[in-house]
């Protein structure tokens, strides 16, 4: 099972600090305790909302860009971690040992083919699996 292990924005993350070489170095150790393990699949921190901007939808193709920053910190992704374990409590586990002094981290299953029954027909499930082939393919190269 997949999970993304979701780093909570905080103040400090929203005023664009570059972490110490301490604060990196632990989470890189961190990160090579998951790739040992063999459970991370993919890990990035994101920089704060006023480089970004959110795309709003209203209707069928309607859509507003409202550039950052935002203001509701708490409502923020800092960075994440996708990890591929055997339950949501080894998931939890992982979380847990995350070399954090303060914040939050939200644990969340990712969907897979199966979670959606029978809406994921044959032909969606074909299609899928294609435009996986061509993203590994683009990876390798």
């Known amino acids: 099972m997949r999970f993304m292990m979701i780093v909570k ?6 005023t664009g600090a570059i972490p110490s070489e301490q604060d990196l170095n ?13 459970v991370l699949l993919d890990a990035n921190g994101l920089l704060e909302s006023a480089r970004g901007a959110r795309v709003q939808f209203t209707g069928k193709n309607q859509t507003t860009v409202v ?3 935002f203001t509701e910190t708490k ?8 990890i591929d374990v055997k339950s949501k409590d080894e998931a939890i586990e992982w979380a847990r040992r995350i070399p954090f002094q303060e914040g939050e981290v939200e644990v ?5 083919a199966e ?17 996986r082939e061509q993203l590994a393919e683009r990876q390798q190269s």
């Open 75 to 82: 409502e923020l992704v800092a960075g994440y971690w996708i």
């Open 26 to 38: 632990e989470m890189g150790k961190y990160n090579e305790e998951l790739v040992k393990a063999g």
């Open 108 to 112: 969340r299953k990712v969907a897979e």
């Open 115 to 131: 979670d959606f029954g029978e809406s994921y027909t044959p032909e969606i499930k074909e299609a899928e699996d294609k435009l």
């Open 9 to 14: 924005a905080s103040s400090e993350s929203e």
């Open 67 to 69: 550039d950052g920053p």
